[in-house]
């Protein structure tokens, strides 16, 4: 059994919950879960036992009631469960939505001592952080990051930096847990979270889940650095109509964002060729479908000048809330083996920016491979 808490109950939180419980009853395939059936532990033994948001409207409710908002087929085995009230530190800023948090309440170290209380009687395993892309400064070191909770220092923290650190105090007062950082806040990035993830037996993933238009950026990269074609320029794009798409309309949100979407380039190809990739800009009436579009100019043999366009049209939380389906399942794995602090292997393949720091973006089918060999898999392609 992996038990599982959502740290932000949005779209991709509420359709990853909704998909979950539709593959555990066997009313859909495990479509968009690269693992599906290959891990020792099931997709029926994942169960959520928690859930965490900061908007007035979700607060205090039926988990089963919030999903149904975006999932009009949402199950009833998610009844009985209540969304409960998180950490925001003004990250619904700007947003159509009243924030509501412990933040409010009480000082950051009494949040972090009443987040693990309940977690204990959650007797929680793993924590999915989806929260609302935040705007974020990475500490570097430990000790900066333990005096700014002990100052409350709120002006200087992230709602998920918040929910890492308690997660670890968390994890060192159990035994072991497991966080999945799916946004672009540095955690596995970051070596003060890493430093503590490893001695307070925390296991972190991230950062940034890799869904759309970047692996796809990567893997044509990655087939175009290996036949040595010269990569000229490089402009990708999204634009979407959801809530996290909203977020990004506020500048230093975007900046998040544009960070981990572009480390792949100069990773991939060995050299920083001109490029735009960025999410560009939200347009309502798009909703969760994104508008994906995608143009790379390289040099080929003898000079010739070739041009790969593509564009398309994607489901923005079904495809992470699939890959968190195996994110779930490897972090009870990586707490089983004892690999604290973060995990590469994993990383690599699944998030836009995979920690730890000094590591680098991969291409997808080696990412893939060192994945499965990590996880006890056989090797697939090689």
Same mark, same amino acid.
Do not use: D
């Given at each position: 059994?992996? !038990?599982?808490?959502?740290?932000?109950?949005? *779209?991709? +939180?509420s359709i990853f919950a909704s998909g979950l419980e539709k593959v555990k009853a066997g009313k859909l395939e495990p479509y968009g879960v690269p693992l599906a059936d290959e891990l020792p532990i099931k997709i029926k033994d994942i169960e959520i036992v928690g859930s965490y948001d900061v908007d007035k409207a979700k607060v205090g409710k039926d988990l089963h009631e919030v999903v149904k908002a975006y999932d009009p087929e949402a199950p009833e085995s998610l009844k009985g469960i209540t969304v409960r009230k998180g950490i925001h530190l003004g990250s619904l800023r700007n947003l159509p939505l009243e924030a509501t948090g412990l933040d409010d309440e009480m000082t950051l170290s009494e949040a972090v001592e009443h987040l693990v209380n309940e977690w204990k009687e959650l007797k929680a395993e793993v924590f999915v952080n989806v929260c609302t892309t935040e705007a974020f400064v990475p500490f570097e070191k430990k000790e900066e990051l333990e005096k700014a909770i002990a100052e409350d220092r709120k002006d200087r923290l992230t709602a998920t930096q918040v929910y890492a650190y308690a997660a670890a105090k968390y994890a060192k007062e159990v035994g072991g847990a497991a966080f999945v950082n799916a946004i672009p806040t540095l955690i596995a990035n970051d070596p003060a979270f890493v430093e503590l993830a490893k001695e307070s037996n925390l296991v972190i993933f991230g950062d940034d889940g890799a869904t759309g238009a970047t692996p796809l950026t990567a893997d044509v990269l990655a087939h175009l650095a290996q036949r040595n074609r010269y990569v000229l320029d490089i402009a990708q794009f999204n634009i979407g109509g959801n809530q996290d798409f909203l977020a990004l309309t506020d500048k230093e949100r975007n900046k998040s964002k544009e960070f981990t979407k572009s480390s792949i380039v100069k990773d991939l190809l060995g050299y920083d060729a001109p490029h735009y990739i960025k999410p560009t800009g939200f347009l309502e009436p798009l909703g969760d479908k994104k508008f994906i579009a995608m143009h790379i100019e390289y040099v080929s043999f003898n000079g010739a000048h070739d041009e790969l366009v593509i564009t398309g049209r994607i489901n923005d939380s079904p495809a992470l809330a699939g890959l968190l389906v195996d994110l779930v399942r490897?972090?009870?794995? +990586?707490? =089983?083996?004892? +690999?604290?602090?973060?995990? *590469? =292997?994993? @990383? #690599?393949? *699944?998030?836009?920016? /995979?920690? /730890?720091? %000094?590591?680098? @973006?991969? /291409? !997808?089918?080696? #990412?893939? %491979?060192?994945? !499965?060999?990590? #996880?006890?898999?056989? /090797?697939?392609?090689?």
């Open positions: 059994m992996v !038990r599982v808490v959502i740290l932000g109950q949005g *779209y991709v +939180a490897l972090g009870k794995i +990586a707490v =089983e083996k004892k +690999a604290f602090g973060t995990v *590469y =292997e994993v @990383n #690599a393949f *699944y998030m836009k920016n /995979p920690g /730890p720091k %000094e590591m680098h @973006n991969i /291409p !997808r089918i080696i #990412a893939h %491979e060192k994945m !499965r060999m990590w #996880a006890g898999l056989q /090797p697939k392609w090689l």
